[in-house]
Each structure stands twice: as structure tokens, then as C-alpha cells.
């Protein structure tokens, strides 16, 4: 019994020896990344597990609708033409390897316009086996600058090994398990005395500042990537630009990147989907107002798109009217507000704060239609600001009509590829502005119900719950049945391109274009919400792609579709003229239409 109790106290204290020795080997590792950096941080990325978030991502609905084999064999052409990347596969199996954790990229300061940046990451094994990864980057990176420097520094026990191709600088060095990297060398020193506890000054780490804490404090406890921006500078270079051009203004009419005190935002991959959230610490714009989603009655099983969202025209129209930045259709309707004596109050007595946005896409329509609808407060003005609407342009012919208390606006528009009637409804209860009269008035009669198929509908339920309840925006987006519509009414068209420009097929095989079910198996709607919590605006999305990548991602083939589409004129006006300006025969024997202008 003795000799048991021996062994069982010599087994506790070599677990506390072997636990203390653990503690003490991670005291830098276990060090949060905002302390080794400066307070005045402008932009931070944080990748806590490299590899975990790539596990994620391969488990992600996205990516397992990216290895389907009808996609695969689709992408497999033009993929083709992209020039190959062995270099950078291999770099990155060799970074793998090294099972990176809490790895970042961080813009120190931008002093004289000169931006200083610091990174690293911890690694598994000895700095030797780190090194034979890292030493090839370095090798790269001299060898596209062979007029760079290199030497080696002895820093208290640390060996620096810098890099210099003027103008740029690049000090690397191991601190186990740690490797640092700057692009000033009195940076990296710094971050390592923080690293190594020879630095104790909190107050100046980034830990310490106030907006980075807030902003801190609504990142959830575990995410795939986050990042924190401190836009500080940019809003006090605002502000210089403002005081020389004008006289200064007081603090409720600052731009919203004015009032912003820290932006933070985290990426999560919850189920095969991503959940973005981003948080705004500022003041609150709209107090005392939240939305209600009263529009969501005017949703049927066909809805594509619905949005709602606090829009407070009132509070910003005299901004409006004298911007110069608005659209020219913009512009040119507040001075019809202004000629018709509109005010702010009037606009703020007809109209409640709440913009409600929806799509309705049947089968039988080869394109959606899309209203636009506020809810309406006093019916009176509310005629007013819609009678001066349709005034505003002087050639275009309005005609007006009641039924069952309900009037309505239409206007015929020029004839085009896509006949519009630009339609408005208004009741006492609501406006509903679109582009079919027919449509506008079969969502009059939807706006009388409690509810709607939309609201009713299982799958928007599911999507709405991913979320918080919102404040002042939400939206959602059925990806499954917008990307079955698209393809009901652009395959024919893709084909029909296909036939009459047969240098397509060079790049793209259209005719394994994927089954429709094919791709909306692994579609989910996408869902966002905005509410204001205690100090800022949080925002979250979730969805095989959220809303934020989405709008990103079509700005990127906008802008790639304007390049092709640039190119593509190009290529006409050298195939039609010679450089003498006599006119060329077309190799073409079909004729080309003028292309719409890309938006």
C-alpha cells in the first residue's frame, strides 16, 4: 500500500514538473499576438490555425461543390490556360508542414507615406527545419533582386538576418517557437524584447489600446481568420483635407469614417458554411429605430432576394441634394424636390426610416422583377413627393389610375431589349415602386396579409435563424433558386453565343455546362443581419459565400467582364479598319451586335 502511495505522489510531481516545464517553453507562444505589437497598429490579420482552416475550407460546401466531377471535367479547359503554379504548390505544402499557428501580417505605421510592416508565426520542430522553408523564400527573394544585401546581426541571444534591396528592408529572426519577420529593424527588436519579457511596459502594446479591446471583445472566442483595422489615420487626414477647404464642422455632421473608432472583423466555418461577422465601433446612427420586416409579406415561394433596412433620407436631405458626387438622375430628382417645394419634414412626415427590397422570380418569367417598397405614414404628403417624382422628367409621360384606393404611376419607357413600365403604388399603408405594373399590383394585394409564403417557407426560416434578430438591415438571398433561374435563362444564350462566336469554345466547352442540380445541392441561402450592440454596429452573414463575398466577388467579374468586353471592342475596330482607315473585309461572317455597356 506504501509503495502505491509512493508511486502515485512520484506521478503527480512528475506531472507538475512536466506541466511547469510546458508552461514555462510556451510563455512566448502563449503570448496574445496584440502584445508584441505597437499601440499605434493600424491594420493587423491574425490566421490562428493554418492548417485547421484549410481542413475547414475542404469540408466546405463551396469546395465539395468545386470537386464535383461534372464541375471538374467543365473547368478542366480553362483551367488549362492558367499558367502553372508548381511553385507556389509546393511552397505551400512546405509551409504545411511546418504546422503554422497564430500567423500575421501587420501594418505598423505609414510614416512619411513609407509603410512599415512585422509578421510571423509560430512553427512545429527546430528552427533548422523551419529554416529549410524559409530559406528558400529568402532565396527567392534575392534572387529577383540581385542587387540585395545580406548580413547577419547578433541581437541578445537572437542571430537577425536582414535582407536589404533599397528601398526595402526585410529582418527575420527565430525566437522559438516563433518566427518574426519586419521590414525595420528596430521593430523586430522590439517584438522580441516583448516576446522575451524584457519589455514590460503594457501601455504601449497594442493590447492596451481602447479601440482594439473594444473591438476585440466582439470577435468570437474561435474563428478561421480575423483582422482589425484602426482607421484612425485615414479619418484624421479626412479632417486636415476638410479644415483647408472649408471651415470646420461639428462632430453630427463628420463622415461615418469620422465617427468609426475601430473596425475588426472574423471568418468561421460552422456546418459547410461561412459565418462572417464585422464590427464598427462608432455612435449610433439612428437611435430608437429598429427594423420591423413588415415588407417580408410581399415574398412569395419565387423569392429570390429580400432586403430590409433603415434608411433615414429625411435626416440626409439636404446632403443629398447638394452632393456633388450623386448620379445625375440623382441629383436632377432632389432638384425636383427642392422646384416643387419638398422638404425634409415632408419627406420624414410621409415616409417611415424602413427601405424593403424583394426579387420575385417565377419559372415562367425569364427575368425577375424587382421592387422597392417604404412604408407610408401620412398617404397625403406621400402623393405629394410622388406626384413630384413623376415630374421630374420632363420627356417621360406618366399616367395615373386608382383602384380600390390605390393609385398608381406608370411610365412607358423607350423601347429596348427589356420593355419596363417603371410602375409606383401608393396606399395609406405603403409604396411599392417596380417595373411591371402587373407585378406591383399583385404585391399590393400581398401587403394586406400577416404573412407570406416567403415568411412561411421552411427554408427562409432555417436561414433566418443562423443569425441574430436585427436591428437595422437584413438580408437574404436564395442562391439555390436564383442559380436555377439563371440557368433556365442564360444556358439558351451561352449556347446561342457559343454558335455564332466559335473561338469561345478555344477557352470553354459550354456544352458541359453542369446540371442545374448539380450545383444547387451544395447551395444554401445566404443570410445577413445588422444589429447596434452596446458600442458599435455588428454585422454577420452566413452562407456558402456571405454577402460581403458575394458583393466582392461580382465587383470582380464586373471588372473582368469589362476588360473582356473592352478587349473585345478592341479586337472589332482592328479587324474593321486599317491603319489608313479603309475599311478591312470581316473574317466574321456573322454579324456582331453592339454589346450593352457593362455596368
Do not use: C
Not at 507562444?29 to 499601440?39: D, E, F, N, W, Y
Not at 484549410?54 to 490556360?81: C, G, I, M, N, T
Not at 452632393?323 to 415632408?346: E, R, Y
Not at 420624414?348 to 424583394?358: D, T
Amino acid at each position: 500500500m506504501r509503495r502505491i502511495l509512493l508511486l502515485v505522489i512520484a506521478g503527480a510531481a512528475a506531472a507538475v514538473a512536466i506541466w511547469y516545464a510546458w508552461r514555462i517553453s510556451q510563455k512566448t507562444s502563449g503570448a496574445p499576438i496584440s502584445v508584441l505589437l505597437p499601440r499605434e497598429t493600424i491594420f493587423l490579420a491574425h490566421l490562428p490555425d493554418f492548417n485547421r482552416t484549410r481542413d475547414q475550407w475542404h469540408h466546405s460546401d463551396l469546395y465539395l461543390l468545386s470537386r464535383e466531377p461534372a464541375v471538374q471535367d467543365f473547368l478542366r479547359k480553362p483551367l488549362s490556360k492558367l499558367p502553372k503554379k508548381d511553385a507556389a504548390s509546393q511552397a505551400l505544402q512546405d509551409f504545411e508542414q511546418l504546422g503554422p499557428k497564430d500567423a500575421f501580417l501587420a501594418l505598423t505605421s505609414v510614416d512619411n507615406n513609407n509603410p512599415e510592416f512585422a509578421g510571423g508565426f509560430r512553427f512545429q520542430g527546430s528552427p533548422e527545419d523551419a529554416e529549410r522553408v524559409i530559406g528558400k523564400w529568402r532565396s527567392n527573394l534575392l534572387e529577383k533582386n540581385l542587387g540585395a544585401k545580406r548580413e547577419k546581426l547578433q541581437y541578445e541571444h537572437h542571430e537577425i538576418e536582414m535582407v536589404t534591396a533599397t528601398p526595402f528592408t526585410l529582418a527575420t529572426a527565430y525566437d522559438r517557437p516563433w518566427f518574426f519577420a519586419a521590414t525595420d529593424l528596430a521593430e523586430l527588436k522590439v517584438i522580441l524584447d516583448r516576446a522575451d519579457g524584457r519589455l514590460k511596459n503594457s501601455k504601449v502594446a497594442l493590447d492596451a489600446d481602447e479601440a482594439y479591446r473594444a473591438a476585440a471583445a466582439h470577435m468570437p472566442s474561435s474563428y478561421a481568420a480575423s483582422f482589425y483595422l484602426q482607421p484612425k489615420m485615414f479619418s484624421e487626414r479626412i479632417a486636415a483635407l476638410r479644415a483647408v477647404i472649408q471651415s470646420p464642422v461639428s462632430s453630427n455632421e463628420r463622415t461615418m469614417l469620422e465617427q468609426v473608432r475601430g473596425i475588426s472583423g472574423a471568418t468561421t466555418f460552422e456546418n459547410g458554411k461561412i459565418h462572417d461577422l464585422l464590427f464598427l465601433e462608432m455612435p449610433e446612427l439612428e437611435e430608437h429605430a429598429k427594423i420591423t420586416r413588415s415588407s417580408l409579406t410581399l415574398g412569395t415561394k419565387d423569392t429570390v432576394f429580400y432586403l430590409s433596412m433603415l434608411l433615414n433620407v429625411g435626416q440626409k436631405f439636404e446632403a443629398l441634394s447638394q452632393a456633388a458626387g450623386v448620379g445625375g438622375a440623382m441629383q436632377k430628382l432632389f432638384q425636383t424636390f427642392s422646384n416643387s417645394g419638398i422638404t425634409a419634414d415632408d419627406w420624414k412626415a410621409a415616409f417611415e426610416l424602413e427601405l424593403g427590397s424583394l426579387a420575385d422570380w417565377p419559372s415562367s418569367a425569364h427575368w425577375p422583377s424587382l421592387f422597392l417598397t417604404l412604408p407610408v405614414i401620412d398617404a397625403t404628403k406621400a402623393g405629394e413627393i410622388v406626384e413630384a417624382i413623376t415630374r421630374g422628367e420632363e420627356d417621360a409621360i406618366w399616367t395615373q389610375t386608382e383602384k380600390n384606393g390605390v393609385r398608381y404611376f406608370s411610365m412607358q419607357s423607350p423601347a429596348s431589349l427589356m420593355a419596363v413600365t417603371p410602375t409606383i403604388a401608393l396606399s395609406n399603408r405603403t409604396l411599392i415602386a417596380g417595373f411591371n405594373p402587373v407585378s406591383v399590383e399583385e404585391a399590393i394585394k400581398r401587403g394586406g396579409g400577416a404573412s407570406s409564403e416567403l415568411s412561411n417557407s421552411q427554408t427562409y426560416k432555417n436561414a433566418a435563424r443562423l443569425v441574430p434578430s436585427p436591428s437595422n438591415f437584413f438580408a437574404y438571398v436564395d442562391t439555390a433558386l436564383l442559380y436555377s433561374r439563371l440557368d433556365a435563362s442564360l444556358r439558351p444564350m451561352f449556347l446561342l453565343a457559343a454558335a455564332f462566336m466559335p473561338g469561345i469554345t478555344d477557352y470553354v466547352n459550354l456544352g458541359k455546362l453542369p446540371a442545374p442540380e448539380v450545383i444547387t445541392k451544395h447551395l444554401s441561402p445566404i443570410v445577413s443581419s445588422q444589429r447596434y450592440e452596446r458600442d458599435g454596429y455588428v454585422a454577420e452573414s452566413v452562407g456558402p459565400l456571405t454577402l460581403d463575398q458575394s458583393a466582392i466577388g461580382l465587383a470582380i467579374l464586373s471588372s473582368v467582364g469589362a476588360a473582356a468586353h473592352q478587349k473585345a471592342d478592341t479586337g472589332l475596330m482592328g479587324w474593321g479598319s486599317s491603319p489608313t482607315g479603309t475599311s478591312q473585309p470581316s473574317l466574321n461572317p456573322y454579324p456582331t451586335p453592339n454589346a450593352a455597356p457593362t455596368p
